[in-house]
């Protein structure tokens, strides 16, 4: 399979996502669009929770022979115990969520360091769609249209030291905002991190959108990590702290069950959970009903099919040991 | 209202009642395949597992609830309604093992026996089915008369093994957050607890009897 990114420096016109809704609520969807020349005419919504389309998302060529789950399915089934622990919880409670403003702290070792609205973070990158599957732990998948920026062209702009060999991210904790953690389902907040050369990765991406909208807040708003290799825990999301490490971070399933979940956790058919089996997984698509019911569970890929592109970041490493 | 009359009214209730669950997930399924709901979430299978193994164990902590109500009420015939309930709580866990089977599996039998011998909750799980079996067949007036009433109290005392067995299987199953295994231990516990209770009251009340015309 030959994948090919295309940089901000080159989109193609003709691929240009151009929407006749241009409804932009966000600070740095204006800053993305400013900064890529196109015009922009902001409008407000009515509805603060109304789905807001994101205009000038650049297409690519990842995942173009998938067929996405619906808006409606990603949105209204996933784990988010910050709003619960039921997997219908998240789209229930995330309303109390204040995406905006938002601000990440950016710490360690780094040549800047300090605090950053979301809007200066991901400022001059082209915002682009990746069409990815998502492969829970749980072993149900979605395939998701997501709209980011890669992650390596922001950790970029905080000059990391060559002591930053992981990167490791933190969830908001606030139960005000986040009523999932009033009681201690998991301990708060949610950590999670990557190898230094997993974050730089191309395929890691830091996502603001699904579908063309910004995303609802129980998929993570405003800003969430999205590493399609690794099962959906990994990707952590309502990111406030990205952290430069010397040493790997203890990622929070890994606290609350080490002999089930790894620091790694790249999806790996060949090990099963302890508790089920990972070869084969249930791809939700947003149907319902008997065609749910009945429909065929599909095999499961190493690295979730990505392995053409991140099979060498594990060169030589016994994946079963490093799980 | 004689006792009669209340049977003829409240068995078919209790039964109909019963039923409702069963009928809400189907109509769901109706739903969700015809109307374009999502009343089973984006993942039915995962949900209907949940749902049928939820009603399984609530209606096992009924059947175990109806012995205690009935003497604090101090209304036995309530304890009349008790087979039903168990049945249907045999209804219920056997759906739940074809849900598991037909739409987690896709009745991949093999899979299916490898689940049961290397995975520990679900071994704890068909344990407990396994043993709602036999109180389920023998069940009816001719069983209990075969058996003869000691008998049969004594294997349907499988009933509080059943329960624990099918709490754990719960509990083993859950990642995080296990204040729904709790609150169902708290109440089963209480429940045998109850039992135990009383046997000891009972126990004491017949030794001091016994000591007394000694």
Known sequence: MLIRIRKASDPLPSEIATKDAILNRRAFMQAAAA????????????????????????????????????????????????????????????????????????????????????EDIIRDNQLEERIYRMRCVEAWSMVIPWVGVPLASVLKKFDPTSQAKYVEFE?????????????????????????????????????????????????????????????????????VKINFVEKEPVNTWQAQAANEYGFYS?????????????????????????????????????????????????????????? | MNTRTQRRIFKPLVFAVSL?????????????????????????????DRELGDWTLIFIVLSLAVRPLADILKRNEIVAYRRMIGLFAFFYATLHVASYVMFHLKLDIPTFLKDIAERPFITVGMIAFTCLIPLAITSTKGMI??????????????????????????????????????????????????????????????????????
Not at chain 1, 50 to 78: C, F, Q, R
Not at chain 1, 295 to 309: I, L, Q, R, S
Not at chain 2, 190 to 205: C, F
Request: with cysteine; charged share 20%; net charge positive.
């Open chain 2, 20 to 48: 409702l669950p069963f009928g809400y997930l189907a109509y769901a399924i109706y739903s969700d395949t015809l109307l374009g709901t999502q009343l089973l979430s984006t993942d039915p299978v995962q949900k209907l």
């Open chain 1, 35 to 118: 900064s890529s020349g196109v015009a922009l005419l902001p409008m407000f919504a009515n509805d603060a929770r109304a789905a807001m389309k994101i205009d000038n998302v650049m297409k690519t060529k990842w995942g173009a022979d998938e067929k996405p789950t619906t808006l409606k399915g990603i949105s209204s089934y996933n784990n988010f115990y910050e709003f619960g622990t039921g997997k219908e919880d998240p789209a229930a409670n995330a309303h109390t969520l204040k995406p905006d403003p938002w601000s990440i702290e950016i710490a360690g070792q780094a040549g800047r360091i300090g605090k950053f609205g979301i």
């Open chain 1, 266 to 323: 790249n999806v790996n058919p060949e090990r099963d959970h302890p508790r089920w089996s990972q070869k084969r997984e249930r791809r939700l698509t947003g149907e319902g009903g008997l065609s749910a019911l009945f429909a065929p569970t599909v095999e499961t890929k190493m690295f979730n099919g990505y392995a053409d592109e991140v099979a060498s970041l594990y060169s030589g490493m016994d994946l079963k040991k490093y799980f």
């Open chain 2, 145 to 214: 008369r075969r058996l003869g009433g000691k008998g049969w109290r004594r294997l349907h005392m499988l009933i509080y093994p059943i329960a624990l067995l099918g709490l754990l299987h719960f509990y083993m199953m859950i990642r995080a957050d296990f204040s729904r295994p709790y609150i169902y231990g708290a109440i089963i516990i209480a429940l045998l607890g109850y039992r135990y209770w009383k046997k000891r009251n009972t126990d004491a009340r017949r030794n001091m009897r016994a000591a007394a015309t000694a």
């Open chain 1, 171 to 239: 969830t908001l904790v606030d139960p005000k905002q986040m009523p999932g953690q009033r009681s201690r389902a998991l301990d708060w907040p949610y950590v999670e991190g990557l190898r230094m050369d997993e974050a730089m990765h191309p395929l890691t991406i830091l996502a603001v959108g699904i579908h063309g909208e910004i995303l609802p807040n129980q998929c993570g708003a405003p800003i969430r990590l999205v590493v399609p290799w690794k099962y959906g825990f990994k990707s952590i999301k309502s990111i």
